[in-house]
């Protein structure tokens, strides 16, 4: 009777230890998931940074003479065309220097003629002593010293034409700083800073000074925006930007046309410059604006998506099988309690194939309700979405698992939401 006590006790010992393995092994088929149809739509992957609003040129409008501002004929928002008079800069001393100068070279111009009169007197004087001298009546001393005469004067003469070149030289930059201090746009566009005020007097040293900063055409503008390295290799010209303000509520567009090679470095992040282009035709846009642009570089039409958090679920207890094992899965302790599936580089023939990374994705099986790697190659990502490449195992329309179900958990109709996603100003143009 002792005996049949303990075989009793021992049955029921190893039946309660067979029935807890039992559950611990098939714990993972009896929970339930949250689950989304696989389907076909568009995956746009974009690459998202912050750049500034410029106009596509600006011009910085200086004076390089000294002297009191006398009158400024613009004002902020102004628009001006190409040679209009903008600013005066007092005239009164460049136009003393200009008569000065006027008058020096009215001085050497005289200087010529007097020099010319006394060479020609001393060429003809010349003449005559040597007319003497063939009777003998000049000593040859005497001709040496009209020779030395008529030499002497026509080196004047040259000295006094140099100087009058030299005065001609003065004039004209007596005329240059005089015509510097009437200040003109070169350029049509719009007044966007003026840094004097009439009176104040501006002192042109090393550099010139900055009246006023013009930038052209306000219609036509520029983003300038700084990319990541590890983004500027999906980035190149021609591509659509979609970017907004904190302004407005609208998106407006662009495109890149310029990838700049002046690399910066900021905390150890090196960017690239890239400017995108923008028309501006309701003049909305201000210069110094800080845009929150989207750069398409990748959009694929009716692709196999599926949404990212099924790229990053991993079941508890399970592990994908390789296609060649037969698929699907299997417990944990089977392979040593330590692999786990999911992620872009799993065992087995999830890890790679023919040399391309595969990622798992957990599929809720119709027939028995468990769950079922697939393997797929992945695509395009939007944040949101990640583009599955064909062919591929996954079918349009299987329960995709992309979490397990708890009690009160949002329903959101199967679409999966990024929470890091930057939130654009309006609607996404299809």
Not at 28 to 47: D, F, I, M, N, P
Not at 68 to 94: E, F, M, R
């Amino acid at each position: 009777m002792r005996t049949v006590i303990v075989i009793l006790i021992l049955l029921a010992l190893a039946g309660g230890g067979g029935w807890y393995w039992w559950s611990q092994q098939h714990k993972e088929t009896q929970r339930s998931y949250k689950t989304v149809k696989a389907e076909r739509g568009l995956v746009v992957q974009t690459v998202k940074a912050t750049g500034i609003l410029q106009p596509v040129l600006t011009i910085q409008v200086g004076t390089q003479v000294n002297g009191p501002v006398k009158k400024l004929y613009v004002d902020y928002n102004d628009h001006v065309t190409n040679g209009q008079v903008v600013a005066q800069i007092d005239p009164v001393v460049y136009q003393a220097h200009l008569a000065q100068d006027q008058a020096n070279l009215l001085q050497n111009m005289a200087a010529v003629d007097e020099a010319t009169a006394k060479l020609l007197q001393a060429n003809q004087e010349l003449t005559r002593d040597k007319e003497l001298a063939k009777r003998e009546l000049l000593s040859q001393s005497d001709l040496d010293a009209a020779v030395a005469t008529r030499d002497a004067l026509a080196a004047g003469l040259n000295v006094a034409q140099a100087n009058v070149a030299q005065a001609k030289a003065s004039l004209q930059l007596s005329q240059a700083n005089l015509s510097y201090t009437t200040i003109n746009s070169p350029v049509d566009g719009v007044i966007i800073a003026r840094n004097v005020d009439e009176g104040q007097t501006v002192v042109a040293s090393m550099t010139a000074q900055t009246l006023f900063q013009i930038g052209t055409d306000l219609r036509h503008m520029q983003v300038l925006a700084s990319i990541p390295e590890a983004d500027i290799g999906m980035v190149h010209t021609n591509q659509p930007v979609v970017f907004n303000v904190d302004a407005f509520e609208q998106e407006f567009t662009g495109a890149v046309a310029q990838i700049r090679l002046a690399a910066s470095t900021v905390q150890n992040v090196v960017t690239y410059p890239v400017i995108i282009s923008a028309e501006n035709p309701a003049e909305k846009l201000f210069p110094g604006m800080t845009a929150n642009i989207s750069c398409e570089v990748g959009r694929h039409e009716n692709s196999l998506r599926v949404p990212n958090a099924a790229l990053r679920f991993k079941p508890e207890g399970l592990v994908a099988v390789s296609e060649k094992d037969g698929g699907g899965m299997a417990p944990a302790s089977s392979f040593g309690g330590g692999q786990r599936s999911g992620g872009s580089r799993g065992g087995g023939e999830g890890g790679s194939h023919a040399g391309k990374p595969k990622n798992t994705i957990w599929v809720l099986d119709a027939t028995n309700q468990q769950p079922r790697a697939v393997f797929v190659r992945v695509g395009l990502n939007d944040g949101a979405y990640t583009e599955v490449k064909e062919p591929s195992k996954l079918e349009e329309g299987a329960d995709i698992i992309t979490g397990y179900a708890t009690e009160g958990a949002a329903q959101n109709g199967g679409q999966t939401v990024n929470p890091f996603a930057p939130k654009m100003g309006g609607p996404r143009p299809r």
